[in-house]
T-cell receptor
């Protein structure tokens, strides 16, 4: 079975750092994706973790621990345009993605 | 990066009619495409996996006779919502899997409203 959990909402101040946690229980786990989605738009790819550890990409970093079934997305130097939903998705056999409920991040000035 | 298009971007139809949504991979061949549905303030729910040249694989709870999927070529998959009802109103998103880059690219989505 597949089960993905992430917080529903987070609020942070412009310029700050926010960490979005995601826990998963996935049969046949291959890897963990993070997507950003603005209201009314399709998700856009942020990161993909296959191995344990931290992947850094500019202001965004993603971490994976396969043994703990845990990942986080770290957003640094928050900007107003970062206000969006962030979706954690686990990839299983057949390249199927199972999405978490999404975390709505609100960046305040 | 790779591009996936969807057509139409939005559609309004009357209850009982059928609606076809197209998903195209524009610059790569996709033997596998996925169809998702997203209700307001909810996450994406996988409906089915579309495989070129074979029958689609549907997720539990998704009626295959209501949501007809055809993947006739390596760049095109279609989803037909048959006998649409207001509860089918949703945001339908497709994605295409690129086996060369091993990435999944999402289309822009189709907003369906059934009146």
């Amino acid at each position: 079975g597949q089960n993905i959990d992430q917080p529903t909402e987070m609020t942070a101040t412009e310029g700050a750092i926010v960490q979005i946690n995601c826990t998963y229980q996935t049969s046949g786990f291959n890897g963990l994706f993070w997507y950003q989605q603005h209201a009314g738009e399709a998700p856009t790819f942020l990161s993909y973790n296959v191995l344990d550890g931290l992947e850094e990409k500019g202001r965004f970093s993603s971490f994976l621990s396969r043994s703990k079934g845990y990942s986080y997305l770290l957003l640094k130097e928050l900007q107003m345009k970062d206000s969006a939903s962030y979706l954690c998705a686990s990839q299983a056999a057949g390249n199927k993605l199972t999405f978490g409920g999404g975390t709505r991040v609100l960046v305040k000035p | 990066g790779a591009v996936v298009s969807q057509h139409p971007s939005w559609v309004i139809c009357k209850s009982g009619t059928s609606v076809k949504i197209e998903c195209r991979s524009l610059d790569f061949q996709a033997t596998t495409m996925f169809w998702y549905r997203q209700f307001p303030k909810q996450s994406l729910m996988l409906m089915a996996t579309s495989n070129e040249g074979s029958k689609a694989t549907y997720e539990q709870g998704v009626e295959k006779d209501k949501f007809l999927i055809n993947h006739a070529s390596l760049t095109l998959s279609t989803l037909t919502v048959t006998s649409a009802h207001p509860e089918d109103s949703s945001f339908y998103i497709c994605s295409a899997f690129d086996y060369l880059s091993y990435e999944q690219y999402f289309g822009p989505g189709t907003r369906l409203t059934v009146t």
